[in-house]
């Protein structure tokens, strides 16, 4: 099994609690080799990742970061998030040759469960399999896709690599990351979606393979209502996800405000991350205060104290319809 992580020297803490996970719960696999992408990790952090993996009799090999800027001849729009969230789109570049797939799995993720049975899953004619990301269809057109098409998560994703390379995949990216002057929806994800889903390269995978933070902030009926999304997962596979998830993918949300590695969070499965941290190299590090903006704990505060049903109505609207549309009419300025 070979599974890719990416990682700042900040993030490494966190990402360390993943892999503990993964690596406590897959003692069944033959072999396991973790590809870290450097993003400039501390030596120090190196160390207690390599002495971790090294006790589960696994291997982790360190791989320096590409330069996307340089390689897409543009300046990369990143806001909110790190350039490296870009760098699982480059795999067939930045991993060795012989690799012919692989997992690729965020940081902010819990593995639970053996994965198996999603390493051994068949794509069939797909060449990437993902969890759909429950968004309204507007977040489709602005890809120019049709409605009836698949919009995925990139937090999890398991990755044909002969494939990708054999059909030249990382041109495709680098042309719709050029033609939207690297300012793209949701950044990298709007690139697979973009590319791969246009073309039916995706295959849909349970939910419960990248249980998404906003699936335990609302029930599914109040799920719908916020997200509206047009193509959806069933009631039946929504409980399953939230019930027995097999990868938690601790995600934002602006109702809940905090994550696992926070001050005083209340995830359902915070208990899950603390777990891991406790049996990991790192489990010594203080939590971290909420550093988030007035702004954004104050949505977090509104949006709890108002009437649900208001609240839902009002989130609704923005995430559904006027967020996308401005990131339309925005598209439609740039072209």
């Known amino acids: 099994m070979n599974v890719v992580y990416s990682s700042s020297d900040s993030y490494a803490p966190i990402a360390g609690v993943s892999i503990m996970s993964l690596l406590h719960n897959n003692t069944d696999a033959d072999e396991i080799n973790i590809y870290m992408i450097d993003n400039n990790i501390s030596d120090e952090n190196k160390k207690r990742f390599e002495n971790m993996v090294d006790k589960f009799g696994r291997n982790i090999v360190f791989i320096p970061r590409p330069d996307l800027n340089k390689m897409a001849g543009v300046d990369i729009e990143v806001g909110r998030w790190n350039i490296s969230t870009f760098f699982r789109l480059f795999l067939c570049t930045i991993l060795p040759d012989n690799l012919d797939r692989c997992i690729y799995l965020d940081c902010d993720t819990v593995v639970r469960h053996s994965l198996r049975e999603f390493w051994e899953t068949d794509l069939e004619d797909k060449i990437v399999a993902a969890v759909d990301d429950c968004r309204s269809d507007r977040y489709k057109t602005e890809l120019n896709?049709?409605?009836?098409?698949?919009y995925t998560n990139n937090g999890v994703l398991l990755i044909d690599l002969k494939s990708w390379?054999?059909?030249?995949?990382?041109?495709?990216?680098l042309d719709f990351i050029i033609a939207h002057n690297g300012d793209i929806?949701?950044?990298?994800?709007?690139?697979?979606?973009?590319?791969l889903a246009k073309k039916n390269l995706v295959k849909v995978i349970h939910t419960k393979y990248d249980a998404m933070t906003v699936f335990f902030d609302f029930n599914f009926k109040d799920l719908m209502k916020v997200r509206r999304p047009e193509h959806?997962?069933?009631?039946?596979?929504?409980i399953e996800a939230v019930t027995d998830p097999y990868i938690i993918h601790y995600t934002s949300c602006f109702l809940s405000g905090t994550r696992p590695w926070n001050e005083n969070n209340n995830h359902p499965f915070v208990g899950d991350y603390l777990k891991y941290k406790a049996m990991s190299p790192w489990k010594d590090f203080p939590q971290y205060p909420d550093a988030r903006k007035k702004s954004k704990k104050m949505m977090t505060s509104v949006c709890?104290?108002?009437p649900k049903r208001m609240m839902i109505a009002g989130i609704s609207l923005v995430h559904s319809k006027l967020y996308p549309m401005v990131r339309s009419?925005?598209?439609?300025?740039?072209g």
Do not use: I, W
């Not at 390379?165 to 990216?173: I, L």
């Not at 009419?329 to 740039?334: A, S």
């Open 185 to 195: 929806t949701y950044v990298d994800q709007g690139v697979l979606n973009g590319v």
């Open 145 to 150: 896709l049709p409605c009836d098409s698949t």
């Open 232 to 238: 959806h997962l069933s009631e039946e596979e929504y």
């Open 304 to 306: 709890n104290a108002m």
């Open 165 to 173: 390379r054999e059909m030249n995949v990382e041109k495709d990216f």
């Open 329 to 334: 009419l925005k598209g439609k300025r740039r």
